[in-house]
């Protein structure tokens, strides 16, 4: 299945084929190509055994944002805001860039790029482009902070696990970019840092890691990089008590602050998050500047590599086919 502009496409906007595609027996693998171009649009998708493949450049670009008002006159929040949301499991996805374009600033809040409430998914060579809470690597925690509910999308299933790999990707941000209760494994992908209306300081991760789960984020072989002139800016903050972050052989620029991580207002946090950096060229002397409740060194004694964060599935391997090849 194809979408495009041209003539010849079958469809000439994504949710209309992704409409089509959910109507097909979902255990079956289907690929859906997408030609270069603009996509305005918000694209939902809730079929699993799917692969989505970019061809040229292919940006999906939408503005929704968390201050924004229904038509009752309250705010939609930051889960009514994504530009793409995947629900299914089994999914890749390949040379996309997601955006949402809604800015940051007191006035608009949260604004979502890419909700990714699913399993065993991976994206390759993909871009999410947004400012605070671009990307939300699901679950969702168990119940809201500050809100009766978290509203937003309606989720039509629920995962016993939330698996999901970036490979070669880039994702930009200001404040927990990066943020939710996935097993997520980042490989080689740029981390960027853009500057936070007001001069305000950064966070670049807000995992919400449910309790007992073995691995939250972990960033394997990663570039931290950040526009010129950016504030400080943390490696991470604890969305959930449990959160667990791991940077692991990545390469950090200047623009992170030397203290690492901030426990969200609350030293509580502090005894239950497992934050950690190895392979840290001089991690002796930056140690001395980290927080004391992170770990900082050289080298470490536990496997980083993606075979032992997804113990028990191999779906990176999977090409993207019905026969798992």
């Not at 065993?120 to 809201?144: I, M, W, Y």
């Not at 509203?151 to 299933?157: A, D, F, Q």
């Not at 030397?258 to 190895?278: I, K, L, M, R, S």
Request: glycine share 10%.
């Amino acid at each position: 299945m194809i979408v495009g502009k041209p003539s010849f496409c079958d469809y000439h906007t994504i949710q209309e084929a992704i409409d089509a595609l959910e109507q097909r027996d979902g255990n079956v693998f289907e690929t859906l190509y997408i030609l270069s171009g603009v996509y305005e649009e918000e694209v939902r998708i809730y079929r699993s055994h799917l692969k989505i493949l970019g061809i040229g450049q292919v940006e999906i670009v939408m503005n929704r944002y968390a201050k924004e008002r229904d038509e009752t006159g309250a705010e939609i929040g930051t889960f009514a805001t994504p530009t793409l949301f995947l629900g299914g499991s089994h999914l890749v996805l390949e040379n996309l860039i997601i955006c949402n374009t809604a800015g940051q600033g007191e006035e608009i809040g949260q604004a979502v790029a890419v909700y990714a409430h699913c399993d065993e998914t991976v994206f390759r060579n993909c871009s999410f482009k947004g400012h605070q809470d671009t990307l939300f690597t699901g679950p969702l925690p168990p119940a809201p902070k500050e809100r009766a509910e978290f509203g937003g999308v309606p989720l039509k299933e629920h995962h016993s696990h939330y698996r999901q790999l970036y490979q070669n990707c880039y994702i930009e941000g200001t404040v927990d970019f990066i943020f939710g209760g996935a097993t997520a494994y980042f490989e080689q992908c740029e981390i960027r840092s853009l500057r936070h209306y007001g001069n305000r300081a950064g966070f670049i991760t807000a995992a919400s890691t449910p309790r007992g789960q073995a691995y939250g984020y972990v960033f394997k072989d990663c570039y931290l990089t950040a526009e010129p002139d950016s504030y400080p800016v943390y490696l991470g903050r604890p969305w959930r008590e449990y959160a667990k972050t791991a940077f692991v052989d990545c390469l950090l620029g200047p623009h992170i602050h030397p203290q690492g991580w901030d426990n969200w207002n609350n030293p509580d946090n502090e005894a239950t998050v497992c934050y950690q950096e190895f392979g840290v060229h001089g991690a002796a002397a930056l140690s001395m500047h980290r927080v004391p409740w992170a770990e900082c060194a050289e080298a470490s004694d536990e496997e980083w590599s993606k075979e032992a964060v997804f113990a028990g599935s191999d779906f990176w391997r999977r090409g993207g086919n019905e026969n798992g090849q």
